[in-house]
Antibody, heavy 121, light 108 residues
Framework: QVQLVESGGGVVQPGRSLRLSCAAA????????FHWVRQAPGKGLEWVSL????????YYADSVKGRVTISRDNSRNTLVLQLNNVRPDDTAIYYC??????????????WGQGTLVTVSS | SYELTQPPSVSVAPGQTASISCGGK??????VHWYQQKPGQAPVLVVQ???DRPPGIPERFSGSHSGFAATLTINRVEAGDEADYYC???????????FGTGTKVTVL
């Protein structure tokens, strides 16, 4: 059974950094691309970033480009999102989601329960 | 940047049919996926690749794609279908994912 568990959320001051993790289990982690998707309070879903199965390709939303880095450790079945220079509009629940394929341009067929990031002074 | 537009809300009586549209420029050239999100929960994929149902999704959920818009249809609506629904595509020009604005389905 696919399990995705996010961690690392919390309250962070504007301009600081935060590292989110997603621990995966129940499937061959290294075979699939992964995404981060966020949802601001009371708002809709926003795609944030994609990493291919082997980590060689990464993509970012314009809203986070230059401030966010996605990475993965296939030996530890872990996905990471590093957020730098956070802003109040980064406040959201951050979900990790598994792609159907290895390149990443398919559908998101499994999602974690999310971790809440609150940017506030 | 690419945008997908959905109606903000749809209201439907139990047993009736709910239809949710998803529109965007040249959407006919894109593959559309649909997600259901109930309050306080993570999204769940309900339609993949325009019209296919993932395992475990009831046959009451179906998707279609006319070329001008994609549509999610929920037949014989139940109280448990009350949720927010989002369409999603990949913008291959910018290499970014795009979600629709979301539609809240209310079961009367």
């Amino acid at each position: 059974q696919v399990q995705l568990v996010e961690s690392g959320g919390g309250v962070v001051q504007p301009g600081r950094s935060l590292r989110l993790s997603c621990a995966a289990a129940g499937f061959v982690f290294g075979d699939y691309a992964f995404h981060w998707v966020r949802q601001a309070p009371g708002k809709g879903l926003e795609w944030v970033s994609l990493i291919s199965s082997d980590g060689s390709a990464t993509y970012y939303a314009d809203s986070v480009k230059g401030r966010v880095t996605i990475s993965r450790d296939n030996s530890r079945n872990t996905l990471v999102l590093q957020l730098n220079n956070v802003r109040p509009d980064d406040t959201a629940i951050y979900y990790c989601a598994k792609d159907w394929g290895g390149d990443g341009w398919y559908y998101l067929n499994h999602w974690g329960q999310g971790t809440l990031v609150t940017v506030s002074s | 940047s690419y945008e997908l537009t959905q109606p903000p809300s749809v209201s439907v009586a139990p047993g009736q049919t709910a239809s949710i549209s998803c529109g965007g420029k040249n959407i006919g050239t894109k593959t559309v996926h649909w997600y259901q999100q109930k309050p306080g929960q993570a999204p769940v994929l309900v339609v993949q690749d325009d019209s296919d149902r993932p395992p475990g999704i009831p046959e009451r959920f179906s998707g279609s794609h006319s070329g001008f818009a994609a549509t999610l249809t929920i037949n014989r609506v139940e109280a448990g279908d009350e949720a927010d629904y989002y369409c999603q595509v990949w913008d291959t020009t910018s290499h970014q994912g795009v979600f629709g604005t979301g539609t809240k389905v209310t079961v009367l």
